[in-house]
């Protein structure tokens, strides 16, 4: 899952976008 907040976020394997957006929800 994302994190949604935090210092983390913006390097969550799982996400794209820095935060908030799910990898598989990537355009």
Do not use: H, K, T
Request: aromatic share 4%; proline share 4%; net charge neutral.
């Amino acid at each position: 899952s994302c994190l949604s907040s935090g210092a983390l976020c913006g390097i969550d394997s799982n996400c794209c976008n820095g935060c908030n957006v799910p990898r598989n929800q990537c355009y």
